[in-house]
C-alpha cells in the first residue's frame, strides 16, 4: 500500500522558515517524479515544485521560485521543501504527490497524493 505523509507544517511569521517532509512508503520515491503541491482557503490548488526520479531535476513555479528549496534523501526515502522567507500568501495545506513516469508534475497526472501539512504564515 502506498503512503505519503506530509509533516512540518506550522504556524511562523512572516519571513520565517519551515522545512516540509513528504515520507514515502509502498513506493521508492527515486523511481517516481514527486512534487510539492499547495491549497491555500477558497483557492486552487497549485504546483509549488517538482523533482524527477534519478537525474532529481527540478522544476520550480513562480509562487517559491528563489525562497523553497525541493530535495530529495533517498536513503530515508523522503522529500522535503525547505522554504524561507515565507509571506502570507503562502498560507496554504501543502500536499506531496507522486507518478510514474513523465518529468514533470501537473496536478492531474500525479497517481498517489498525501493528505497534506498546514503552513499558516501570519504576524
Known amino acids: 500500500q502506498v503512503q505519503l505523509v506530509e509533516s512540518g507544517g506550522g504556524f511562523v511569521q512572516p519571513g520565517g522558515s519551515l522545512r516540509l517532509s513528504c515520507a514515502a512508503s509502498?513506493?521508492?520515491?527515486?523511481?517516481?517524479?514527486i512534487g510539492w503541491f499547495r491549497q491555500a482557503p477558497g483557492k486552487e490548488r497549485e504546483g509549488v515544485a517538482c523533482?524527477?526520479?534519478?537525474?532529481?531535476?527540478?522544476i520550480y513555479e513562480d509562487n517559491g521560485k528563489g525562497r523553497f528549496t525541493v530535495f530529495r534523501d533517498d536513503t530515508m526515502n523522503a522529500m522535503y521543501l525547505q522554504m524561507h522567507s515565507l509571506k502570507p500568501e503562502d498560507t496554504a495545506v501543502y500536499s506531496c504527490?507522486?507518478?510514474?513516469?513523465?518529468?514533470?508534475?501537473?496536478?492531474?497526472?500525479?497517481?498517489?497524493w498525501g493528505k497534506g501539512t498546514l503552513v499558516t504564515v501570519s504576524s
Open positions: 509502498g513506493l521508492t520515491l527515486e523511481d517516481y517524479v
Open positions: 504527490a507522486a507518478r510514474l513516469g513523465g518529468s514533470d508534475c501537473p496536478a492531474r497526472a500525479m497517481d498517489y
Open positions: 523533482i524527477s526520479g534519478k537525474d532529481q531535476r527540478t
